[in-house]
């Protein structure tokens, strides 16, 4: 089975749904920024603060060249990964790449409730959240849009992942 990376903006679940679908297929589940934060020693809050938003965008993809040798994962993309370089290619050619789409309302309502700190959303309030957010999706849709498959909100979860996938259950 190929590897699964999981792309789309902040908030629309990919850990979440990434750590699911790993447990399920007993595959490895990375997080972007996570491994990030584990190189650096650093949040992302902190690299973004410290060395500029560039710097962070570099490291995600030398992080992307690191995954060649690896097999059998499922990848949580950070929001802006597949926005930056050629990095959505470098992403298409590692594995299946699906797009966890949903609409800037539903996107800027559940950023409005997440703990996670993002350095690009700052203290915005949900309004300025949700402008910001319609802004970046019509910038970014040209990149999400390349993935192999588009999901919609309902189609976020594991069986119609399995099923798109023609993953069948009693392989697992
Ligand atoms: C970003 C998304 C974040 C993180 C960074 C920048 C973005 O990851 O990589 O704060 O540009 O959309 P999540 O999508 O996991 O929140």
């Keep these: 089975m190929p590897n699964i990376i999981l792309i789309g903006y902040m908030g629309c679940g990919k850990s979440t749904l990434g750590k699911k679908l790993a447990k399920k297929l007993s595959y490895d589940f ?3 920024d996570m491994e990030i934060e584990k190189i650096t020693n ?3 809050n902190e690299i973004f603060n410290s060395k500029g938003e560039i710097f962070f965008r570099e490291l995600e993809s030398a992080f992307l060249l690191s995954l060649k040798k690896k097999n059998n994962y499922i990848l949580s993309a950070g929001g802006g990964l ?3 370089f050629d990095n959505i290619e470098k ?3 590692l594995g299946t ?3 966890l789409k949903l609409s800037p309302f539903e996107l800027s309502s559940r950023l409005n409730h997440s703990k ?3 350095p690009l959303l700052g203290d915005k ?3 300025e959240i949700y402008y910001f957010t319609k802004e970046k999706l019509n910038e970014r849709k040209e990149f999400y849009e390349k993935a192999h498959y588009i999901l919609k909100g309902k189609q976020h979860n594991v069986q119609c992942i399995m099923e798109l996938l023609g993953i069948e259950i009693s392989n697992v």
């Design 30 to 32: 990375i997080d972007s």
């Design 42 to 44: 650093q949040t992302v």
């Design 82 to 84: 597949p926005c930056f």
């Design 91 to 93: 992403l298409k050619k």
């Design 97 to 99: 790449v699906l797009y």
């Design 116 to 118: 996670k700190i993002r």
């Design 125 to 127: 309030n949900e309004e």
